[in-house]
């Protein structure tokens, strides 16, 4: 069976830094990529970037590039998402998302993490 | 990418039939056939419901289905049941090297 677990709520001052986790089972982790989909509170989904199986590629939403890094360690199949500076707008729920890809993009998510709520406040 | 757009509710009683539409552009919703839906209980990891237009993933009942005219895609739940009452998100495929754009999500309650 697939899963994807992700790490548990966060609760962090603006100026911090924060890595949640998203740990793969039940397939080849280096078969598929993996991503990160934000919801800020009362919103809808957002795709905030992918990397590739063997890391050798990244690819970022315009809104998130530069805001946060996406990155992963097949030796234990996990995904992170890493802030290096938070701030109170980072306040959401993060999803990790297995995302189908064909004709070099995203056709569809067929396997969904349980969400990481990340709380920034002063 | 704009978000695709949903209308914010839908309702109705056990036994009948909903439709949530998600209008897009020729970009992405009326230019592929890859249009996705996702069903999400609060608290819960979203589950895919529909892909490429109409296709239902295993195990997904027959009572959920997807159609596309054009820019606007549809997905219909026919007999309504309680625990169909979540959220409910559309995406597409908007073209190679782009990671696609969700509806904005529709709250379908059972009556």
């Known amino acids: 069976e697939v899963q994807l677990v992700q790490s548990g709520a966060e609760v962090k001052k603006p100026g911090e830094s924060l890595r949640i986790s998203c740990k793969a089972s039940g397939y080849t982790f280096t078969n598929y990529w993996i991503g990160w989909v934000r919801q800020m509170p009362g919103k809808g989904l957002e795709w905030m970037g992918i990397?590739?199986?063997?890391?050798?590629?990244?690819r970022y939403s315009p809104s998130f590039q530069g805001q946060v890094t996406i990155s992963a360690d097949k030796s234990i199949s996990t995904a992170y998402l890493q802030w290096s500076s938070l701030k109170a707008s980072d306040t959401a729920m993060y999803y990790c998302a297995r995302p189908i890809m064909l004709r070099g993009g995203i056709v569809w998510i067929d396997y969904w993490g349980q969400g990481t709520l990340a709380t920034v406040s002063s | 990418q704009s978000a695709l757009t949903q209308p914010p509710s839908a309702s109705g009683s056990p036994g009948q039939s909903v439709t949530i539409s998600c209008t897009g552009s020729?970009?992405?919703?009326?230019?592929?056939?890859?249009v996705s839906w996702y069903q999400h209980h609060a608290g819960k990891a979203p589950k895919l419901m529909i892909y490429?237009?109409?296709k239902r993933p295993s195990g997904v009942p027959d009572r959920f289905s997807g159609s596309k005219s054009g820019n606007t895609a549809s997905l219909t739940v026919s007999g309504l049941q309680a625990e169909d009452e979540a959220d409910y998100y559309c995406?597409?495929?908007?073209?190679?090297?782009?990671?696609?754009?969700f509806g904005g999500g529709t709250k379908l309650t059972v009556l």
């Open positions: 990397i590739s199986p063997d890391d050798s590629d990244k």
């Open positions: 490429e237009v109409s």
């Open positions: 020729s970009s992405d919703v009326g230019g592929y056939d890859y």
């Open positions: 995406s597409s495929y908007t073209g190679s090297n782009n990671l696609g754009v």
